[in-house]
């Protein structure tokens, strides 16, 4: 996925990058003085490493970085971007970064009824893709999208300005995505799953009910589907089942909680939804590759961060 960068765009992350310079932070997740916007930045290479990317949109500005949903893994740089329509877990890999040469990208939260306002009010017209897809893709930042980046990061400098202005970059900057070289992709990707007969509706309910137990019957009735329909489209666009979905994001947060300083382990999945400790304990290591404790040490002692 990575390609040839024209002259203008060399320059314009070149300002970026120097722009999040002035972000004091070593490496990790920096929130700024806008609520949607984000700064990730690794100072040296890392494993894989399992996560659940947010509906968002996150644009390289330097470095490599390895994409693996499902069975797929595609590499992807300095000019394209990551985005998703659904909380959609995923594991990523960063690849050559040093402290001189860090890898840096910009995190813009939005969400898929945003993208669907800006494109009815600015009449975008648009050649929509009908077939279902994974919820996360890769696309190629147009000049004009990373000028809007631009300005976002010298906007959040100032906060008397941030709640005026900020809002209308940002649909400014769904604008460009929408209407640049690779739009028709990007509004298909982002607004599919929203028209796919319930099943993003389904989505958020096991987002947002994760540590309840549920039947498949009911997750289909709730989309408004047959049962193996659901299984079809689910997996489509997750690459897993409606268990395995929910049993991802339960354990994500349950590092999270963990990372935040949560201690008991036995609390820890009760929060989460797990009725047996032992179940929880040997489910996290499966996916994390360590007990829960020896991963947050672990992942503290590297001075990581969840992203």
């Not at 996150?58 to 994409?67: A, D, R, T, Y």
């Not at 985005?83 to 959609?88: K, L, V």
């Not at 939260?109 to 993208?115: G, H, L, M, R, Y």
């Not at 400790?277 to 994390?288: D, G, M, V």
């Amino acid at each position: 996925m990575i390609e040839n960068i024209s002259a203008d765009t060399k320059r314009c992350l070149s300002r970026i990058l120097t722009l999040t310079s002035q972000f004091s932070f070593y490496d990790g997740v920096y929130h700024t003085n806008i609520p949607f916007l984000s700064i990730l930045k690794e100072n040296k290479s890392m494993p894989v490493a399992q996560g659940v990317l947010a509906p968002s949109v996150c644009v390289v500005i330097q470095g490599n970085k390895v994409l693996q949903v499902g069975r797929e893994a595609i590499e992807y740089g300095a000019g394209n971007y990551l985005a998703s329509s659904i909380n959609m877990p995923i594991k990523g890999q960063v690849l050559k970064a040093t402290k001189e040469t860090p890898y840096v990208a910009l995190q813009i939260n939005f969400t898929s009824e945003e993208v669907a306002s800006v494109a009815l009010e600015a009449n975008v017209n648009i050649n929509s893709y009908k077939s279902l897809s994974t919820g996360a893709f890769i696309g190629k930042t147009n000049i004009e999208a990373l000028g809007v980046c631009e300005r976002l990061l010298r906007l959040s400098v100032d906060s008397q300005a941030v709640a005026f202005l900020a809002p209308a970059a940002k649909r400014e900057l769904i604008y460009r995505l929408l209407t640049g070289e690779e739009g028709d992709v990007f509004y298909s990707k982002m607004l599919l799953h929203q028209e796919a007969a319930g099943i993003n509706h389904v989505i958020n309910w096991i987002t947002a009910h994760f540590d309840s137990p549920f039947t498949i019957s009911q997750l289909a009735d709730l989309g408004n589907m047959s049962v193996s329909n659901l299984h079809h489209k689910f997996k489509a666009v997750t690459t897993m089942t409606p268990l395995q979905y929910q049993k991802r994001i339960r354990l994500q947060e349950a590092r999270r909680l963990l990372m935040g300083g949560t201690v008991d382990v036995t609390r820890t999945a009760s929060q989460v939804g797990y009725e047996s400790s032992t179940q929880f304990i040997r489910e996290y290591k499966r996916l994390f590759g360590l007990s829960p404790l020896r991963d947050v040490r672990a992942m503290r002692a590297a001075g990581g961060t969840e992203k």
